[in-house]
């Protein structure tokens, strides 16, 4: 059994910094392409970055150089760092990861966390 667990929301201020972490544990035998989406009250669910297992990262229009996506594979872990916040970054951030897990090490399986809430207001 895979999980992804999200840590690291909260409430800040406009303009204000958060770090999101996404942890993978159970049998995981490889981890592929992780990312970060995010759902806001009323909308879908949209991506917000996402790195490959070699560092290639691609982020939507609307982070670009405020948030950077980095990933530490030792861990199985993803990381957002998220700057100069704004109101409409409010939502759930949600962790997805591209895994084989070890009881099926030759299929890849897309997992998804429960999610973190970041909310940005003065």
């Known amino acids: 059994q895979v999980q992804l667990v999200e840590s690291g929301g909260g409430l800040v201020q406009p303009g204000g910094s958060l770090r999101l972490s996404c942890a993978a544990s159970?049998?995981?035998?490889?981890?592929?392409?992780m990312g970060w989406y995010r759902q806001a009250p009323g909308k879908q669910r949209e991506l917000v970055a996402t790195?490959?297992?070699?560092?290639?990262?691609n982020y939507a229009d609307s982070v670009k150089g405020r948030f950077t996506i980095s990933r530490d594979n030792a861990k199985n872990t993803v990381y957002l760092q998220m700057n100069s916040l704004k109101p409409e970054d409010t939502a759930v951030y949600y962790c997805?990861?591209?895994?084989?897990?070890?009881?099926?090490?030759?299929?890849?399986?897309?997992?998804w966390g429960r999610g973190t809430q970041v909310a940005v207001s003065s």
């Open positions: 159970g049998n995981i035998f490889g981890i592929y392409a």
């Open positions: 790195i490959t297992s070699g560092g290639s990262t």
């Open positions: 997805n990861a591209d895994v084989s897990p070890a009881s099926s090490w030759n299929h890849r399986y897309d997992y």
